[in-house]
């Protein structure tokens, strides 16, 4: 597999040659229905019983499962040919009376520009970046491993993690990616093939990265819980930057819960990443996601919301009532207010300087890739994909900046200060506990500037089946409340669904 790039409808036909006889045949127990979508608690009770459920047969049926569906929808770049071996190893220490903890044996899916020191590659769905493996785990994968997890494979993403300028979910090395509850319906960007792979019931786990909204909108649009946390809450170290200001890694999974348990098993303290120096340690970020979260919480909602460029009083979106009413419902205190916009005029140049440098201090000290910096990557997509038609607008402004470090930081801490000022005059103002918004208002663009926690909760389907989506936000390090608040309208939405509500 080194220095070859299989996109997904490749790599089925290849499978045999590099993933074993074990995917080309389903040789594995039955596993109990619904095992596809069930949660982690769910998996690891069935794991627990003498003679139940193995990690071994779950990886065996999941890359079965993906075998099967995913080449309609291109959410796996790449599987992991040693998980089988990890899965069977990680039964042994069961047998034995060794459980690492709550993922012991639980498969994850991993963003493709998150690195593992395996023989899988790390190349953030472009050519240019497939060469050698990366030579340790990220931070955090280390963490996964530490705590159980079996790493399944890689998922596909927007190419360059949508900085190369391409489609929503498509990269040159794994395809575009799809919307399983519609073929038509937007897929999001750009850690879209994590959000699918847990739609559609291909891993219980996934990892995804934001720098800006790719965690937010793949998570809304294909109905699952994306969680973005306060950057430097999670280590960086290991993960192709964009800008470390705005970047983290974060869970997308199918509940709330879930999302805290893989957060609890990322976490740590990572001396490499300066960001995560000073962020909150030793949380068990499951403590507070208990019944009656939500009474007497104050959480603030925007007045009006944004549709078709128009501000609409939010009696104007039926959706968003709907999240009001479960929320009310719980006891919980809304408080209308008014979210003051930040000046995000010159976002975009200082961003694209910071990937610049980032980026090309990253491909100079990555050994054994094709390229060595953004300018040589332009270089090698236009010999390798022509250059008649523009494939890759955004790489080619991001080598055109010129802005210096010297000149970008005080740009930076003055726009990160404004936008943090917006979220934490509403928060302390009405002494909130939370913002709940209407994803469309695109709340979560202000909460990644300002490196706040964010995290998107499924709220039901429109009338073609597509995903609808609550968006919660707070104030730096407040995840545990976050959570709690999400985890408490998640249940309430759920119990409304089933009994018509």
Do not use: C
Request: charged share 20%; hydrophobic share 40%; aromatic share 6%.
């Amino acid at each position: 597999m080194f220095g070859i790039g299989y996109g997904v409808n490749a790599f089925v036909s290849h499978a045999a040659s590099w993933m074993g006889r074990q995917l080309t045949a389903d040789t594995s127990k039955p596993v109990p229905p619904g095992t596809e979508y069930a949660s982690v608690h769910e998996l690891s009770e069935q794991m627990a019983r003498p003679g139940g459920l193995t990690s071994e047969d779950l990886v065996t049926f999941l890359q079965a499962r993906i075998r099967k569906r995913d080449p309609g929808l291109n959410a796996i770049i790449e599987l992991n040919p040693q998980a089988l071996e990890i899965a069977r190893e990680l039964d042994r220490e069961r047998a034995s009376g060794k459980v690492r903890g709550p993922l012991h044996g639980i498969p994850v899916l991993i963003k493709d520009n998150i690195e593992t020191g395996d023989t899988q590659q790390t190349s953030a769905g472009a050519f240019g970046l497939v060469g050698a493996a990366a030579i340790k785990d990220a931070f955090i994968v280390e963490r996964l491993r530490e705590q159980g997890a079996v790493i399944l494979g890689k998922t596909n993403l927007t190419e360059l993690a949508g900085f190369r300028g391409s489609p929503d979910g498509f990269s040159q090395r794994g395809g575009q990616t799809r919307n399983p509850h519609h073929a038509d319906a937007p897929v999001g960007g750009s850690s879209s093939g994590s959000a699918v792979a847990v739609a559609a019931g291909l891993a219980p786990l996934a990892v995804g990265t934001e720098t800006n909204g790719s965690i937010m909108v793949p998570a809304a649009f294909n109905g699952v819980v994306g969680f973005k946390p306060s950057v430097g809450l999670l280590s960086r170290s290991g993960i192709i930057p964009a800008s470390h200001r705005q970047d983290t890694p974060g869970p997308m999974t199918r509940s709330v819960f879930d999302a805290a348990l893989l957060l609890n098993a990322m976490s740590g303290s990572d001396p490499q990443d300066s960001a995560n120096v000073d962020a909150p340690k030793g949380i068990d970020y499951t403590a507070l996601l208990k019944p009656g979260a939500l009474k007497n919480k104050r959480i603030g909602y925007p007045a009006t919301f944004s549709a078709n460029g128009e501000n609409l009083p939010v009696d104007n979106s039926p959706q968003f009532q709907k999240t009001l009413e479960v929320l009310r419902a719980q006891g919980a205190v809304l408080v209308p207010v008014n979210v003051r916009l930040a000046d995000a005029s010159r976002y975009g140049e200082l961003l694209f300087a910071d990937v610049k440098s980032e980026l090309n201090d990253y491909l100079g000290k990555r050994a054994g890739l094709p390229v060595k910096s953004v300018s040589e990557l332009i270089a090698f997509n236009e010999k390798r994909d022509g250059s008649d038609t523009d494939h890759q607008p955004l790489l080619k402004e991001i080598d055109a900046s010129t802005l210096t470090s010297e000149e970008r930081n005080p740009l930076w801490g003055a726009l990160i200060e404004d936008f943090r000022s917006t979220v934490d005059e509403l928060i302390d103002g009405e002494t909130l506990d939370a913002v709940v918004s209407d994803f469309e208002t695109n709340s979560y663009f202000a909460v990644a500037v300002a490196g706040y926690p964010g995290i998107s909760v499924p709220s039901g389907k429109d009338e073609r089946g597509v995903p609808g989506s609550a968006y919660f936000f707070g104030a730096r390090w407040t995840e545990p409340t976050l959570l709690a608040v999400a985890h408490g309208y998640e249940e309430a939405a759920k119990a409304g669904s089933r009994t018509g509500h």
